[in-house]
């Protein structure tokens, strides 16, 4: 079954059907008016249709019935069809490390004074933040040390309004990404003809169409249940004295223009030309606009608009039609809900007509009229979020010479994992809507760990706790190493041979939740002059039930590598001085220890304490390269 989603639009009311026995007589000539009209005659056997039209009644009408793709939402897309001529969108969020230093710096600034991925790469000069360092994760991390003084934000008006003309391809910087601490991805994929664009470019007027729109009163015209805005592109051509100019604007690539007047007027006869041959070429009879039949039409270029929370506009980048685009916006701030709203501008050639019922003919005049007409795409919502920490590592220890010190030492753990988030109070649930908004796509892991200033919370009891929701009632303490560290460690005190019952969980540098750890049992006894430390994982205590139910084994197992495989090494051979790891994805290798598991088998046992039975499962450890969106 095809995705694909037509839709199609009209501001005309004026619908009429015709019997198979319609015939026509046609004969052209030249228009007074400044378009090329033509006039048909057309016999027409009377039918119902035009009962209720007076024979000798003119009727007159504007039309400009459009069809186009509905793009969906990626995630309803299949694989399958995006071959198909699918149109899809995106709006993805992307945190990529942390930089409290540039959070901090930007919070308390407009979104546009931060730098774009695109005007900080552009040749421009005056057009970069950072005139004098380059932006990278070193540089961002230590934000206020080597880039806090090299900041300008005499940009932030101008980016009001980002702008990509002739000559400028943004899909190039995009592997930058990186280098910034988060950034959020735009994507639509739309098939379109590019005629006109071509054409506007190869004249060098695509750029000044687009500021001359920017800075341009419009009309609306009501298409069915929408007021949509239009701008008539033979007026434009007519009037326009080609001038740029604005302070709000930002114009990637290259916008300058040589010519004199005498070449500009040139320029403008030869696309005047073009266009009156593309109107008649792509006019519609009589029968095929009152059948509804679309206009010839093709996306010029989109708008996407950025509002915050509080629907307050910020900016609007410009780009021009392609099967793709693929945005990534750095101007943005953390923790903030941002909306993006995607409007497509079409060329349609419409028909200004009208027409005079005789008695066995129909005399018409069509008079072409070609509007650049602005169509909603789409609009999503998202929020840059640190996600959460993966549950902290625990160790026990115990002083051999000690009857009531034991250590706990607590690491950040390395392994990133999908699970279901484990509040310990229903209002940590929350936490989850968060998650929600940041991973649009579904296709993220809830738990990813982040190098930071590891801070964790660690609750004691003296009974097992039935469920986690009593764990809250038992904070021990709140643990934080005075250092900068990803660990740290806890002297606590407890009775010889009395059994108490330990939780931890961490807590990130924005306040969202690891999963607690499973609750360990710890004991201390004492042999001769010696003491041992007793730990094991223990359950939740259970009702007693009349039956017992099946338990699934699968959720008391997890497997996880350790850190040395799972590490990425930014120093192998296949990516030095890569600006892409587009086609080298099955090169890329994971891990820096020695001897990789990575195909290798294992075999592990498990023995039943109550009968002594013994299962085995084997099992292949396999690495799985996952394309990229952007690959897709």
């Not at 280098?179 to 007027?205: G, S």
């Not at 009208?354 to 129909?362: A, D, E, L, Q």
């Not at 590490?567 to 892409?580: H, K, P």
Request: net charge neutral.
């Amino acid at each position: 079954m095809s995705l694909v989603q037509k839709r199609k639009i009209t501001d005309n009311t004026d619908r009429r059907t015709f019997s198979k026995k319609y015939k026509s007589r046609i004969s052209f000539r030249t228009s007074n008016e400044k378009s090329i009209g033509f006039i048909r005659e057309r016999v027409v056997k009377q039918s119902e249709d035009w009962s209720n039209v007076r024979v000798g009644n003119t009727l007159t009408g504007l039309d400009h019935t459009v069809s186009y793709n509905e793009p969906t939402i990626i995630t309803q897309v299949e694989m399958k069809d995006t071959s198909a001529g699918v149109s899809y969108y995106y709006v993805e969020p992307t945190f990529n490390f942390l930089s409290l230093e540039w959070e901090q710096f930007f919070s308390t600034r407009r979104e546009t004074s931060a730098p774009c991925i695109y005007s900080e790469t552009d040749f421009t000069p005056d057009l970069k933040a950072f005139p004098k360092r380059r932006i990278n994760r070193q540089t961002s991390v230590n934000f206020n040390l080597l880039l806090k003084d090299n900041h300008t934000a005499a940009n932030q008006v101008r980016h009001e309004n980002v702008m990509f003309v002739k000559n400028y391809n943004y899909k190039s910087d995009n592997y930058k990404k990186k280098d910034y601490p988060y950034y959020i991805n735009i994507a639509l994929a739309n098939r379109t003809n590019t005629t006109f664009r071509d054409k506007l470019v190869e004249l060098n007027l695509f750029n000044l169409l687009l500021e001359d729109y920017l800075q341009s009163e419009k009309q609306t015209r009501r298409f069915g249940n929408l007021e949509l805005s239009i701008f008539n592109l033979e007026t434009w051509i007519g009037n326009s004295d080609f001038s740029i100019g604005s302070d709000n604007l930002v114009v990637l690539g290259d916008a300058r223009m040589q010519d004199n007047k005498f070449t500009r007027g040139l320029k403008k006869l030869e696309f005047l030309g073009f266009l009156r041959k593309k109107m008649k070429e792509k006019q519609r009879t009589l029968k095929e606009i009152l059948t509804g039949q679309p206009c010839y039409s093709e996306v010029l270029f989109y708008r996407v608009d950025k509002f915050d929370e509080q629907d307050v506009f910020i900016q609007t980048f410009w780009i021009p039609a392609e099967d793709t685009f693929n945005l990534m916006d750095t101007q943005v701030k953390y923790g903030v809900k941002y909306k993006y709203q995607c409007f497509s501008y079409n060329v349609v050639v419409g028909a200004d007509y009208k027409y005079t019922v005789r008695s066995n003919h129909i005399d018409t005049t069509i008079n072409h009229s070609v509007q650049l007409v602005e169509i909603p795409m789409f609009q999503d919502e998202c929020r840059i979020v640190q996600p959460p920490q993966p549950m902290p590592e625990i160790m026990f220890h115990n002083n051999k010479y000690s009857r009531s010190e034991i250590k706990m030492s607590l690491q950040l753990n390395p392994n990133t994992y999908i699970a279901d988030f484990i509040p310990l109070e229903p209002f940590e649930e929350d936490q989850n809507d968060l998650i929600d908004e940041y991973n649009t796509l579904k296709r993220k892991n809830y738990f990813h760990y982040e190098t930071e200033h590891a801070f964790f919370e660690v609750f004691k009891m003296e009974q097992i706790p039935r469920t986690y929701d009593e764990v809250d009632n038992f904070k021990l303490a709140d643990l934080r190493n005075p250092s900068p560290s990803i660990s740290a460690t806890l002297f606590d005190r407890i009775l010889m041979d009395k059994p108490y019952y330990y939780v931890a969980r961490s807590i990130n540098s924005h306040g969202l939740l690891s999963n607690p750890t499973p609750i360990y049992e710890v004991r201390l006894t004492e042999d001769a002059d010696e003491t041992f430390l007793h730990v094991d994982v223990v359950g939740f205590i259970q009702k007693k039930q009349e039956v017992q139910n099946t338990v699934d084994f699968s959720k008391f197992i997890q497997l996880i590598p350790a850190s040395d495989h799972t590490i990425f090494n930014s120093n192998q051979e296949s990516i030095i001085n890569a600006r892409s790891l587009y086609g080298k994805v099955d090169k890329v290798i994971l891990g820096i220890a020695k001897n990789p598991i990575w195909g290798e088998k294992f075999k592990f046992r498990f023995t039943s304490n109550d009968t002594g039975k013994k299962i085995d499962f084997n099992v292949t450890v396999k690495l799985t390269k996952k394309k990229t969106l952007e690959d897709f």
